[in-house]
């Protein structure tokens, strides 16, 4: 009987490692920018970029001069303060007065519903039909940042997914978060490529206003979340991505790992407005991932060692090439002696928010 148990538990060990290594071999390696011989000409295509403020912090000043000295024709910066934030409005009226300022300011009455409405009411001022989002603690890579994003659109395009990593700080804490990120981003970027986009990450997203519906996304989105307008209107046509060094936008990472697990429970709450498809994505990736780990240290404790042992090394090898792959094209720097470790760490990581997948968070 045990010798059944053993067998039937290697077989779902096989069958995992092969789902795991089938996803980093045909998806999440699939990093590339979308190309299309039907391009539009885009150096003129007018941009609303939009950024909601809910607190403050003293990089406001350089990230939105950052945002304001891109090379390119035709845009407005359209800041909602949604704090209330005081001293943002003197910060504002300051770039206004410069003649070659294009912001915009809009004073939010902040509600429950977090940042969808100011997102809305920033949307409904925008004088363009392309909106460009990011966050007030995000800097663009370039000047040309607004330049790379739109440069793939073509007639069919509604969506451009963009690429938001975090600084790098030298801590293992930030490592870590990067390698977390790193997968994150393989992960959404590959399903996009392979025609399956299900999220995007509105540090750095770019679509025509038309898809955002106030009416339609407060009764059953309570959250806010750009992923989640991105899973519900992105389809194999609409939606393209870039991964031009140039269209990146950096942000600070969180200075403890704490801090970033409570940054991460919005994300994983949003997962439960996901498409019925998609969750079932996201379901078989974590419980495949979830078992290579789980049946392995259950085999090597009852006296099966060679088998585990090929698994896991099996896995390691394989989503580790993609991984360093994936962060070479991304000018990311990983640490590959940390890459065994931080795949525990992320285990650990990912079944201590499992439960937020089932409890709404309503704010920011």
């Known amino acids: 009987m045990e010798n059944l148990l053993t067998f039937i538990l290697q077989v779902n060990l096989l069958i995992c490692t092969l789902i795991q290594c089938l996803f980093w071999g045909f998806i ?5 920018a979308s190309d299309s011989e039907e391009t539009i000409k885009n150096q003129s295509l007018p941009i609303s970029i939009i950024i909601v403020v809910h ?10 001069k950052r945002i304001a000295d891109q090379i390119y024709s035709d845009f407005e910066i359209i800041i909602v303060n949604d704090g209330p934030i005081k001293g943002l409005a003197e910060l504002i009226l ?32 925008a004088k363009y039909d392309w909106v460009l989002l990011t966050d007030a603690d995000c800097s663009p890579s370039s000047q040309y940042w607004i330049q790379k ?49 299900y999220m995007g990450v509105g540090r750095n997203l770019l679509y025509q206003k038309r898809i955002f519906n106030i ?25 393209i991505v870039s991964i031009d060094p140039s269209s990146f ?3 600070e990472p969180k200075a403890t790992l704490s801090q970033y697990f409570q940054q991460r429970r919005r994300h994983y709450s949003s997962a439960q407005y996901y498409q019925f498809k998609d969750q079932m994505f996201l379901l078989l990736h974590f419980f495949s991932y979830f078992s290579i780990f789980a049946l392995s240290i259950y085999l090597l404790f009852h006296h099966s060692i ?10 390691l090898f394989i989503s580790s090439y993609f991984l360093i792959r994936n962060a070479k094209l991304l000018k990311e720097k990983i640490n590959v002696f940390y890459i065994p ?15 937020f997948l089932f409890i709404p968070k309503r704010d920011w």
């Open 249 to 251: 936008v950096y942000t």
């Open 55 to 64: 607190e403050w912090s003293n990089a406001l000043q350089v990230n939105f």
């Open 215 to 239: 009416q339609e996304s407060i009764p059953s989105h309570p959250s806010g979340d750009d992923d989640i307008l991105i899973n519900n209107k992105s389809n194999r046509i609409n939606t």
């Open 341 to 355: 470790f931080f795949h525990l760490l992320y285990l650990l990581f990912l079944v201590a928010q499992a439960p």
């Open 28 to 32: 999440y390696s699939k990093l590339r």
């Open 94 to 125: 300051e770039f206004q007065q410069d003649s070659n300022s294009r912001f915009v300011y809009i004073e939010h009455n902040k509600s429950s519903l977090g940042k969808k409405l100011a997102l809305h009411e920033g949307i409904q001022r």
């Open 306 to 315: 060679v088998f585990p042992i090929f698994c896991i090394i099996s896995y």
């Open 149 to 197: 994003m739109v440069e793939n659109i073509n007639p069919s395009t509604e969506i451009v997914l963009g690429v938001s990593p975090y600084k790098t700080k030298g801590t293992w804490v930030h490592e870590f978060i990067q390698f977390e990120t790193l997968l994150n981003t393989s992960q959404y970027l590959g399903m996009a490529n392979s025609k399956f986009p």
